[in-house]
């Protein structure tokens, strides 16, 4: 038996023979070509092929993980019809009279090393995009016809790294975990494994040898441990263990349809973090009461030019519908720092985790926030639609916002447009924010904590740096401090405060929240009937007793 450990993404146990993925070798020779119209030919004819490929991916990408998690197919699409690669890798044929693979592959370096030397993280981002789009090129010119050797049975995937195009071509029903030696937390790899809910594991140090392709293996997301040909004792134990959590999950479908209420009577209300219309599926499989948080960035992000409030109203109309009544809070777009649109043109930042983004934005550019104000306030006329503001710090902010959300409503009331009745809320992720609660706290409907940013803030630390994990403590005593001097102001002015950070899926902090008075948790779907179970065995009367001295 051998042990490899990695980074948790997902924790989970898994049992089965490991799938080997290995890349196909794209060394390419230069070859000399003297008829440079049938290479080029060649190249527009694979290039065509390619965009059918990727056309196809995005509607199998759609159904599987969602649109967000699908649009890097679209961007596949538009980087294949970039003028200037197309013109690199023309110019490359009849200049050099070579054959189009080298051209290829020669243009791919080119624009992935440019785009990795940028300061920007987005354009950085796109090296990636580029050694993809130039990989599929050049297996359709081999004539090879692509996609992943997946098992004809369950399998454990273990890799290098996955791009998306290889993971969305994964059959997702013979996958039982996915380890690998690269990637990170926010991969798309990652991002498959939550939505799919599979263990997974990045960082791990096992070795891609032929010799552990077909290897009996048990992944341990939640130790982040692979074990190789495991001894009998160990397999033992997992294969308990998997039967444990598999009896876990079967137990908290029970709880469906069941009041989130305390065992002394203390209600909570639970709702779940969405990104788009598709997450929908999943937050009535888990029996959320509600959206807590719509990250309508999405919207923006998968768009080439700003949606239109057609578009816009389109999307917030189906959601408010699909839920029924049930509230949807949906959160003004949060663009800026790690989430960039290239459309908005938003100049170089040096720190732009503290620069022009969320409703700096909206407030410098009114005319894009009064285009989703007004879609947003048609859609309440379908449903119990409310609006959260991020990136708040000061009360004159919140008096600007209700003007601005004041003039829409007058101007939909002139043109005699329905509206429904329409909750609005900030995000409390500043320490100025938490700071100005009290004054806040009388100018809105609800707070909602946004603990990523207020944690990333309040202890001076790049929540995605991997060199500050080691620093990053979201259990910080100021933090926690933070979240229960919200919830007493808003309390004191007759408001409800929530949380809908990562840490209100701790489950870990549950109890605590019920202490301190939180009324709303909105977290993952998956997360829901989890933290269920644990409110309805919670006396919260009793707990804080027995924390009262400590």
Known sequence: MTVYHGKSVFGGIAIGPIQLYTKGE???KREKREDSEAEIKRYEEAKETAVEQLRKLYEKAVKEVGETNAAVFEVHQMMLADDDYIDSVLNIIRTQKVNAEYAVALTGDNFA???ASMEDEYMKERAADVRDISERLIS????????AKTAHSPAIIVADDLVPSETVQLDKDKI??????HGSTNSHTAILARTMGIPAMIGTNIPLADAIHGEMAVVDGFAGLIYVDPDEETLAKMKLRLEEEEEKKRLLQQLRGKENITKDGQKLRLYANIGNIKDLALVRKNDAGGIGLFRSEFIYLEADDYPSENEQFTIYRTVAETMAGKRVIIRTLDIGADKQA???QLPHEENPAMG????RICLTREDIFKTQLRALFRASAYGRISIMYPMIISVNEVIRIREIADEVKRELQEEQVEYGEVEQGIMIETPAAVMMSEELAHYVDFFSIGTNDLTQYTLAIDRQNPALDDFYEPHHPAVLKMIQMVVENAHKAGIWAGICGELGADTSLTKEFLA???DELSVSPGRILPIRKIVL?????EYRRKNANK
């Open 537 to 541: 065995e919670t006396d919260v009367g």
């Open 516 to 518: 301190m008075g939180v």
């Open 342 to 344: 290239p459309y908005f």
């Open 140 to 147: 359709i010119l081999r004539g090879e016809t692509g996609g």
């Open 356 to 359: 022009m983004r969320a409703i």
């Open 26 to 28: 794209q060394e390419v």
């Open 176 to 181: 039982l975990a996915f380890v690998t030696v």
């Open 113 to 115: 090393d440019m785009f």
